[in-house]
């Protein structure tokens, strides 16, 4: 007989898990996270979380949050959806988070835009460099072709299987599932408009988000629909996220595009906000 074999006996062993550190799992409270980055109060934490290699996961984020996303292995690849909380169908746009700025390569600075000309996001740091919103996600039949599985409790769930159940769990339904960006995997377009990968920059590579809306984003860690390697082997990702209100004072980008798009995005939360405090006079970065 096991561990398990009775009700009591089950509980008694579900309660011993009870402080057990998993590698992969997400550290509540935040603020006791091990992780915790330098010059950062434990107490601004609000979200500490270690996704494993074809895992997927979702936080809704404040405002002037500050979100840091860290490739542990080399092997990871963060595909990312951000909806706003407060009104979810105003959603990241990929085609004109490229189009607007007129850059087609995510970096510092780099505005991440909402189909509606407001930011939901800006890169504010980048030790990377390697990132695509080219591609989208990796698919289930992709998967099937080149796994052999693609579904979500497979070993080779693709992207899109484990967003759409993400997606799920945050009250969004398929339709709203839309092409994502992804960290740590970069695409190059090459003279003849094909694409090739450029892979990833190695471990400990981070990418830093600044919030402008609060949001609700999606993560998922499957392998790039342009990973070269024939086995579905991708590395884990800690999201790591801490209040930063102060940093929406900053400058990230003087282009006259970037700065329409704050415009736009500070218009709309004042008219919602008209008594919360708004950013001071802005700062270069």
């Not at 407060?86 to 850059?103: F, G, I, S």
């Not at 899109?160 to 992804?182: F, H, I, T, W, Y």
Request: charged share 20%; glycine share 8%.
């Amino acid at each position: 007989m096991g561990a398990t074999d009775t009700t009591k006996s089950a509980r008694s062993h579900a309660r011993a898990q009870a402080g057990q550190v998993a590698e992969a799992m997400p550290m509540i409270p935040a603020s006791e996270s091990p992780w915790t980055p330098d010059g950062v109060e434990p107490r601004s934490m609000t979200w500490a979380e270690t996704v494993p290699g074809g895992g997927y996961t979702a936080k809704v984020l404040a405002r002037g949050t500050r979100l840091r996303l860290v490739d542990l292995t080399g092997r990871g690849c963060a595909s990312v959806l951000l909806y706003r909380a407060d009104a979810p169908w105003e959603r990241l746009n990929a085609a004109d988070t490229l189009k607007v700025p007129w850059q087609a390569y995510l970096g510092l600075g780099h505005p991440l835009l909402s189909d509606q000309g407001r930011l939901l996001a800006t890169v504010v740091a980048d030790s990377s460099g390697r990132h695509d919103a080219f591609c989208g996600v990796s698919t289930l039949a992709g998967n099937k072709a080149k796994y052999g599985a693609g579904e979500a409790w497979s070993a080779s769930p693709a992207g899109r299987e484990l967003l759409l159940v993400a997606a799920a769990k945050q009250g969004l339904e398929p339709r709203d599932v839309a092409p994502c960006v992804s960290f740590f995997h970069g695409v190059a377009v090459e003279e003849d408009g094909s694409l090739r990968s450029t892979g990833t920059a190695g471990p400990g590579a981070c990418v830093d988000l600044l919030l402008h809306l609060p949001v609700i984003v999606l993560l998922a860690t499957a392998a790039h629909p342009l990973d070269p390697s024939p086995e579905h082997r991708p590395g884990p990702v800690r999201a790591l996220a801490w209040d930063a209100w102060e940093e929406l004072n900053t400058a990230w980008n003087e282009e006259p595009e970037y700065l329409r798009a704050v415009e736009n995005t500070e218009d709309a939360w004042t008219a919602a906000h008209p008594r919360e405090p708004r950013p001071t006079e802005r700062t270069r970065a």
